[in-house]
């Protein structure tokens, strides 16, 4: 079993900057694949981006692309979105989601564990 939990979000106004990281409890981190998905009132749910167990595959929704970095810690059993440039419709709960499988993929129905969201605002 996997818990996670998220934690970063805040306020900015568009243009800033924000860093979520996620963080994993058990021994068996890397075997994981790990994204971030998102969601706003009234949205479906949105895959943001994911990264394999390794680290060496990573895959981002085209609405993120040059903005957004994911990246991961294995050693301290975390995962980190780096939130670039930010736009009002990055508005949004972020939550970061675990996958048996080692490559990551963009449909929220493969993941297996779920942490329980931080709140990113972007002001315009």
């Known amino acids: 079993q996997v818990q996670l939990v998220e934690s970063g979000g805040g306020l900015v106004q568009a243009g800033g900057s924000l860093r979520l990281s996620c963080a994993a409890s058990?021994?068996?981190?890397?075997?994981?694949?790990m994204g971030w998905f998102r969601q706003a009132p009234g949205k479906e749910r949105e895959f943001v981006a994911a990264?394999?167990?390794?680290?060496?595959?990573?895959y981002y929704a085209d609405s993120v692309k040059g903005r957004f970095t994911i990246s991961r810690d294995n050693a301290k059993n975390m995962v980190y979105l780096q939130m670039n440039s930010l736009k009002p419709e990055d508005t949004a709960v972020y939550y970061c989601a675990a996958d048996h499988g080692d490559i990551g993929t963009s449909d929220y129905r493969d993941y297996d564990y779920w942490g329980q969201g931080t709140q990113v605002t972007v002001s315009s």
């Open positions: 990264i394999s167990g390794s680290g060496g595959r990573i």
């Open positions: 058990g021994r068996t981190f890397s075997s994981y694949a």
